[in-house]
């Protein structure tokens, strides 16, 4: 099992790197199951991501109340992260953010769907959700857990998903899968936008998908986790091999 601390220092990095890749801003968030209670999880007190450190990380039961919260304000949507770990065993590693992109896919009849091979990860189509569907005028923001237990039901068994008129969740088998689907999301949006654009698109195929996904090993991953530690500024740590991450 991977030590606590060093599970609190990849969170940490992963919200540098989200923010220097342009998928978070002042909001978003990624957490990480709890290494040693799959009935915990770890996400930072409400705070912009480029800004978050060790000791913003708090402990969350999985219904989203705060283990030691030590009167720090945690983020309102935190029931995303729950719902997905409640839902998903297979889940390690949750992203929830508003990459400028992928907005546009939420509000009208296009679904993002891979345009080039890197985009491969994000699924053979990206479902959207409507919080309308079932709870009707919101202010859209998943503030309890029926609506976090409502997303968790649209992913199903897919990485990525969509929540119209605001952003998207994401979820990974590792912080660094997790925040690689979500910067491949941003960019095959925003790709896919740019062909769309020129004329008719030819996606990838189901079976194409399928290839590359099941090609997409830590060697890759790791690979860009490098690349993106150094742009963020922060330390590159080899992938703990005893561990989930
Ligand atoms: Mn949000």
Redesign the pocket.
Known sequence: MARLDDVIEELVTANRILARENVVDS?GHISVRHPGNPQRYLLSRSRAPDCIEPDDIMEFTLDGAAVDGRERAPYL?RFIHGALYEARPDVMSVV?H?SESVIPFGVTSWKIKPVFHMGASIGHEVTVWDSHDHFGDTSL?VENMDMGRDLAEAVGAAATVLMRG??ATVAGRTIRHAVYISVYLELNARLQKQAMDMGEVKFLTPGEVEKVRGRTGSYGINRAWENWCRRAGRQFRPEQSESRL
């Open positions: 909001f949507e929830h508003h923001l605001h952003g």
